[in-house]
């Protein structure tokens, strides 16, 4: 049998490359516009990542719609990243595409396993009774994504890695507390229940009849600080990632705190009320994007990590190539606007997702 040639390879991947190009045209008009602006050396890494995630995701989602056992659709897919890593994949464009992102960044496999424990949480309804199951849950849907960004970028210490999960896990905060009456209309409760209780109020009878209370905004307040103590300790991290990806990091970190101020200013109200960050708002945020306050934090860089994380930066030193960072991309032609853009869009299609009645 002929093997195929170097030329023929490079056309399968870049067929695949365009196939998942499609999906996230046809799925996510907005992050399809947006990843088109990052560096040319993360553009089709980060839509292949993206594009197995999102599928991946999906397949629960409608095992679920369709009352079939989740735990065999995320069996296959771990099947199927078994294929990936052997370098193997099978016949979805998907994986063929994840495929050359796996071998050519040699990402962490725990990573995405990590991810598909998150989906697996979801479809079992778990429940969080403590801040810790909190970061739990946050460290597997978001701060996962932040460690294979991160990888990908070419942060590939520890303390920056550990970072990068910490800024996931902060912005999941972000996005329960500003979500809670969403998810409660959906039947689901991400803020912890001891809070709660804490606060005179029965999760379950609340969750039953949510309404907004001084009680509950104690709790959403109390939420906010902890994302805030997070996003300040993520931000020191930045000085661990190439120039050119640095400002994009943390006109993100900036923008997406800005939800849970925006949220105070709306009254603390989650429950009625979903905070928007104005465009307006956006721009002013990021003109801030180049200060060197993001990067100062030599105490905060050499913070140990969140619990729920550590067992991320670990996967990633069992990796290797801790001390092996990858050389900065050259410099970007396009504004810094722009390229957050696609973090932002992440994030909020993990949310998006999260948020949907199962």
Known sequence: MLMPTSQTLALRREQDLLACVDLMRGGSKSFFAASRLLPERMRAASIALYAFCRVADDLVDEAQARGEDVHVSLHKLRERLDGVYLDQPQSFVEDRALAVVVHQYQLPRGLLDALL????????????????????????????VGAMMCWIMGGRS???????????VA????????????????????????????????????????CISPALQVVVERLLQE????????????????????????????????????????????????????????????????????????????????????????????????????????????????????????????????????
């Open 227 to 358: 994302a805030d103590r997070l996003y300040q300790q993520a931000t020191a991290g930045v000085a661990g990632l190439p120039r050119d990806c640095r400002a994009a990091i943390v006109a993100a970190r900036l923008i997406y705190a800005e939800i849970g101020h925006q949220l105070r200013r709306d009254g603390l109200n989650p429950v009625d009320h979903r905070a928007v960050v104005g465009r307006s708002r956006k721009l002013a945020l990021l003109s801030r994007a180049w200060l060197p306050f993001g990067l100062a934090s030599a105490q905060d860089a050499a913070r140990a990590p969140l619990p729920a994380i550590a067992y991320l930066v670990e996967v990633c030193v069992q990796a290797g190539a801790l001390a092996l960072d990858l050389r900065p991309g050259r410099a970007l032609r396009r504004p810094v606007g722009e390229r957050v853009i696609w973090m932002i869009e992440l994030f909020e299609r993990q949310q998006v997702l999260r948020r949907s009645p199962r």
């Open 171 to 210: 912005m999941q905060l972000t996005n329960i507390a500003r979500d809670v009456g969403e998810d409660a209309r959906n039947g689901r409760l991400y803020l912890p229940r001891s809070w709660l209780r804490e606060v005179g109020l029965d999760p379950n009878a609340w969750l039953a009849q949510p």
């Open 158 to 168: 520890a303390s920056t890695l550990a970072r990068a999960c910490e800024l996931g």
């Open 117 to 144: 424990e998150g989906f697996a949480w979801d479809a079992q309804a778990r429940t969080y009774d403590s801040i810790e199951d909190v970061h739990a849950y946050g460290a597997r849907v978001a701060g996962s």
